[in-house]
């Protein structure tokens, strides 16, 4: 339940002034539906009115503040002409100009003969200062209480910066007082703020630099933000480690068989890996660790040989990849290295027949099949192990953070092991996966060649094509990816379909096409082509991102770079680093180029390094956006941001792992306010789940 000092937070926000039901349902749109959410809501920007010189040292173009005389009304000559209101200070002439008024009202609110408080933009124009559309009007004695900062708000139609600072006005004065939740230690660092006061002043600024990420009050409450996080994770964590689990010691019979007919040996990295995992197989707790790898490290075999160990203890294990194609493919890879092993190994993926689905089903219950591979398919009701002791999941990012708990269900003292081929930026790590353990393969296997990349226009086009003609009948093969249009998987099929019908007419019968909108059974056949070089240069969408695996393709076409992500160019990139062969990519992008996408592109250019890619990513992104409050889409952080914020989030990691350790049901007096803490940033779950037993 949440504490009731907080009610007043957690109203709904009609309950503030002057809201009715027409303003509530836009900013409930734009901020939320709490009153916490106006309070959440920043500003990015103010306005300065405390401008009051006499009229005639006014700054154009800046806004004036100050008391003037109306001395002539001018109504317009036709509709379409501005009313117009003349007024003087006795130092300049101020021309009032209203486009669309009603006459009346500006009769009644600006008498001749009378003095006004007015503030608003002036410009000087025909030898006078204009104002159009004055922000504020009063009357003389209320001049000091327009004559302020103000804060700026985001904004969303209909609703207007004035209702905003209204708003944020009253939200902070139902902040109630709360106990103090953080150690002397942070408070000592963070200046001494507190939450109520930090709120109080991001929403009365009282210049910019306030408003700023490291102002005193941002860093505050981004520490708060940061903390009730790292608890929230903290507490998933010690939950799941005091879960016992099973203990998988492995006899090492198959995995040495198999670690001995490896065309290759280990990577050092990749024993690294292996043994951390091991450790967390042999404890009694649950494991919950997260494998990064970047694309080609080898994480597939690094998978099998932990697999095995549960299968040598005779439990089963399973392999989740995201699609289909990598499932197969995963299928295909460790049937081969298991090859005369006579291990059972099994396919299940959504797009095959019921009656297979069934056998594969029963072989699953009886035990027979020991190591099976599969889609999301496998995690679904009719499907039930004998003894499932493993999960392994390939290329978490494509499934979320609730898909890895409910998996996790699945198996109650099931292991679990994430692997990622895309490198996370330390702080994402600590913020979105902080409740797992985590091994990292940062070496390549040897004897890899770099990829040479290049950046060109697009309207380089023919060159492109005729160094493609002499490559491909060199014998290499190819990938030509087609651009993400504005995140429609439609006009991104459209853009494919063309190029592909394009490139037809250059290269005939070589040119293979392969889309998300595309069947199983097509997509199959098409991927089949390509690896057995009956189709050489293979047109896509972003559907071969993740994982696929054809080591003599080594050339990468990818078009508008500029409009993917880092991290994905550089998955896509991975895919020509299977082989033996030095490959080539081939970024194109079309003008206009913004300075941070040729930034991006250059980081491309320069590295390979994915852990690098990534950190960088971050950066760009963050940088972009100096004040803006939320992170394009990475973290679900209201007030921290990111790069500006990574030394709380080092910090708040220890204050989170002491508080555990030695308050660990949140009893004392600062755990009890640390509760308070966890509601305010909505960790409900974690109270729940953590609280309750
Ligand atoms: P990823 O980490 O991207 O999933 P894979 O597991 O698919 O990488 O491995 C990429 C390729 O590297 C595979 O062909 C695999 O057989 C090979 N490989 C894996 N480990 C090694 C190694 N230690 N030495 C040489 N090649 C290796
Ligand atoms: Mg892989």
Known sequence: ?????????????????????RYAKLIKNLCGEKIIDILFHLPYNITDRTATPPLIAAKDGKIWTGIVTITEHQPPATRKHPYRIYCTDGTSELVLVFFKAYPDSLKKNYPVGEKRAVS????????????????YVTFPEKLSEIARIEPVYPLTAGVTNKMLIKLGQEAWQRIPQLPEWLAPESLSDLEYISFQDALKRLHNPKNIADLSPSSTARRRLAYDEILSNQLALAFTRQKFKQKHGREFKGTGELSQKILSNLPFALTSAQETALKEIAADQQAPYKMLRLLQG????????????????????????????????????????????????????????????????????????????????????????????????????????????????????????????????????????????????????????????????????????????????????????????????????????????????????????????????????????????????????LVATTVIEVGVNVPEATIMIIEHAERFGLAQLHQLRGRIKRGNEAGSCLLLYSYPLSAVAKERLNIMKQTEDGFYIAEKDLELRGGGELLGTRQSGFTEFKLAVMPYHQDLLLKARDDAANIIKTDFLLETPRGKALKNLLYLFEQNEAVKTYLAG
């Open 120 to 135: 608003g933009k002036v410009e000087y124009f025909n030898g006078s200062w204009q104002m159009s559309h004055p922000d």
């Open 1 to 21: 339940m949440r504490p009731s000092i907080l009610y007043p937070l957690f109203c709904e926000i009609e309950a503030l002034k002057g809201v009715g039901a």
């Open 294 to 537: 970047d694309v080609g490290s080898g994480k597939t075999v690094v998978a099998l040989l932990s697999m095995l160990k549960v299968i040598e203890d005779g439990a089963q294990a399973a392999l989740m990849a995201p699609t289909e194609i990598l499932a197969k493919q995963h299928f295909e890879t460790i049937t081969s290295l298991c090859q005369k092993q006579n291990i059972n190994i099994g396919l299940l993926t959504g797009k095959m027949k019921a009656k297979e689905k069934r056998e594969v089903y029963e072989k699953l219950a009886s035990g027979e099949i020991k190591i099976i591979i599969g889609t999301h398919a496998l995690f679904t009701e009719s499907v039930i192990f004998k003894d499932l002791g493993y999960i392994v999941i390939d290329e978490q990012h494509r499934f979320g953070v609730n898909q890895r708990l409910a998996l996790s269900a699945k198996g109650e003292k099931c292991d679990v092991l994430v692997m990622t081929a895309t490198p996370i930026p330390r702080s994402l790590l600590l913020t979105a996966y902080g409740d797992m353990d985590y091994s990292k393969i940062n070496e390549l296997p040897k004897g890899r060649k770099p990829a040479q990349t290049v950046i060109m226009n697009t309207n380089k086009m023919p060159d492109i094509i005729n160094a493609l003609k002499k490559k491909l009948a060199e014998g290499t093969r190819a990938y030509w990816v087609c651009p993400l249009v504005e995140e429609s998987e439609k006009s991104d099929l459209a853009a494919a379909t063309e190029r592909y019908e394009m490139l037809q007419k250059q290269f005939g019968a070589f040119v293979g096409l392969i889309h998300g909108k595309m069947k199983e059974v097509e997509k199959d056949a098409v991927m089949e082509e390509f690896k057995q070089g009956k189709k050489t240069l």
